[in-house]
Each structure stands twice: as C-alpha cells, then as structure tokens.
C-alpha cells in the first residue's frame, strides 16, 4: 500500500525581509527637512530651547553664538523684546513643526512658528512669531538667521 504522507520539505535557508542595519538607522534618524545639517545634530527646535536657556541665565556668550551674525545691540536684535524684558523668573518656548522657506532638496532656511511665555516680576508677557534658521558655516548645527515676535494678549 502506497504512503499516503507527504515528504518532508528539503531545508532551506532561512530569510529575513529586513534591511542592513545601517541602511535602518539611516531611514529613521535623516529626516529630509533636517537634512541640510549634520546626521545626530540637535534639531532647530532643540536648539531654541537651549537659546531660551541661555537668555534666562543671560549668558550672553551662549546666546550670541546660537545667531549666525550675533546682534552687537541687544536692543536692535530680531528678538530684542525677549533680550531687554527685566527681571525674568521664567522662559517658556513652544514650537510647531519647521516650515521651509526656500527651494533647496534639502532646505537651507526653516521658519520655526514659536509662543514664547515669559514671567517677569512684572507679570507675564506672552509672544507668537518665528525664529528662522539655517545651517551653520561647517553644516553642524543650525543657527538663528533671523526672528519676528509680536505680543500676544490675554
């Protein structure tokens, strides 16, 4: 009587459908609109913060260097009402998502929509605006190019 089993399949080697590791680390950590900087460099919102940091404990040094051309008047800055406000107990930025503002693949100039909340011993000031960035001479970091802040009312 004839075995009506099946044969067992011959082995065969075993198949993965996953890519190189390098080429998955490259697909999660290069985001296109970041591009124009340095693979693992802090992201233009990132550095904002640290910015915000630095003007909180008014280290001038650190918060000049975040600029591509630093003001030499804190009162003629893009941002001179964050720079001049007295007496700040509290700095807070919120930013949205970068817009870019130019044609290049990947783009040279982002615009970072910002609201800034600052507490003062003379109360809280709030401000909307944006602070544009762009890469900085060795392509490492991003840098502040220029802002606009407006005040905003309760």
């Not at 080429?23 to 693979?39: N, R, S």
Request: proline letters at 11%.
């Amino acid at each position: 009587m004839p075995d009506s089993a099946p044969a067992a399949p011959a082995p065969s080697a075993p198949t993965t459908n996953t890519a190189p590791e390098s080429a998955t680390v490259d697909a999660i950590t290069i985001d296109p609109l970041y591009g124009a900087v340095a693979i693992g460099s802090e992201s233009p919102a990132g550095m904002l913060n640290r910015y915000m940091l630095d003007l909180l404990n008014q280290n001038k040094v650190r918060s000049d260097a975040a600029w591509a051309y630093a003001p030499a008047d804190p009162r003629h800055a893009d941002d001179a009402v964050l720079r001049l406000l007295p007496d700040v107990r509290n700095l807070r930025l919120d930013s949205d998502v970068a817009l870019p503002r130019d044609d290049g693949q990947p783009p040279r100039l982002l615009e970072v929509p910002v609201k800034i909340r600052a507490v003062t011993a003379d109360g809280t000031f709030r401000y909307h605006g944006w602070y544009r960035v762009q890469p900085s001479a060795d392509g490492r970091a991003w840098q502040i190019q220029s802002a606009s802040l407006q005040p905003t009312l309760d």
